[in-house]
């Protein structure tokens, strides 16, 4: 449902930025102004998200539905922080979230959800160092196999974006014998074996949380 609009939000910003450092007089005034437009609608979707996850919230709380969140008990997740960061994850602002769950981490010292949020987000930002130091940190901290797969497999995914194939074939042989029904390492080994295709990663994670 949003691909489309932050499709057309991506191409806009992608004309402002190769052309306005050229332009002049009246085109200049026109990408200003569409930078602006992009600045409003950026903020509005920031808002809108996160009072519809609060509306969310309180129907399923009135209905005494259980969540993901509330049954894990974990207090961070109560933090507002770590709610704004989930949604900036959400809504693919991976540069705020990271902020978000920084503070976090800051707080709940030893989080391993926000920690993984925040490696997440670093990988997606292709910050590839700094996102496997912290995975790095989380990984004997879990037994949790569905959760070792995955960072596993973003470790993989590190690895092939640092060039270092067999490593990553490494990484992503042992996320597939820790969990075979997680798809995404065999993806991966195969784009690495290609040498064409997207390296996947992050898309289980919200719903083992």
Same mark, same amino acid.
């Given at each position: 449902?949003?691909?489309?609009? @932050? ?11 190769? %052309? ?12 200003? /102004?569409? +930078? ?6 950026? =903020?509005?979707?920031?808002?809108? +998200? ?7 919230? =309180? %129907? !399923? /709380?009135? +209905?005494?539905?259980?969540? $993901?969140?509330? &049954? ?8 507002? &922080? ?17 902020? #978000? ?8 010292? =030893?989080?391993?959800?926000? !920690? ?18 912290? @995975?790095? +940190? %989380? ?5 949790? /196999? ?22 990553? !074939? ?20 195969? %784009?690495?074996? #290609?040498? #064409?295709? $997207?390296?996947?990663?992050? &898309? ?6």
């Amino acid at each position: 449902m949003f691909q489309h609009v @932050f499709a057309e939000m991506n191409d806009m910003l992608e004309e402002i930025a190769q %052309v306005y450092p050229v332009a002049k007089g009246t085109q200049k005034q026109e990408l200003s /102004k569409k +930078w602006q437009m992009l600045k409003h609608m950026s =903020d509005g979707i920031i808002e809108e +998200w996160l009072s519809f996850e609060e509306k969310m919230s =309180d %129907v !399923r /709380k009135s +209905w005494g539905l259980p969540d $993901s969140m509330e &049954s894990a008990e974990l207090p961070e997740m109560k933090s507002g &922080s770590f709610i704004k960061g989930q949604g900036y994850y959400k809504l693919m602002m991976y540069s705020h979230a990271v902020e #978000q769950f920084k503070l976090t981490t800051e707080e709940f010292k =030893d989080s391993l959800l926000a !920690r993984i949020y925040l490696a997440m987000s670093y990988l997606y930002m292709n910050e590839v160092r700094e996102a496997g130091r912290h @995975f790095q +940190w %989380v990984l004997p901290l879990t037994e949790n /196999k569905r959760l070792r797969s995955i960072i596993y497999n973003a470790l993989g995914c590190i690895e092939a974006k640092l060039n270092q194939m067999e490593r990553a !074939r490494d990484y992503f042989l042992l996320a597939h014998h820790i969990d075979p029904t997680f798809t995404e390492p065999l993806s991966n080994l195969e %784009v690495c074996k #290609q040498k #064409q295709g $997207s390296l996947q990663f992050g &898309s289980q994670l919200a719903a083992l949380m």
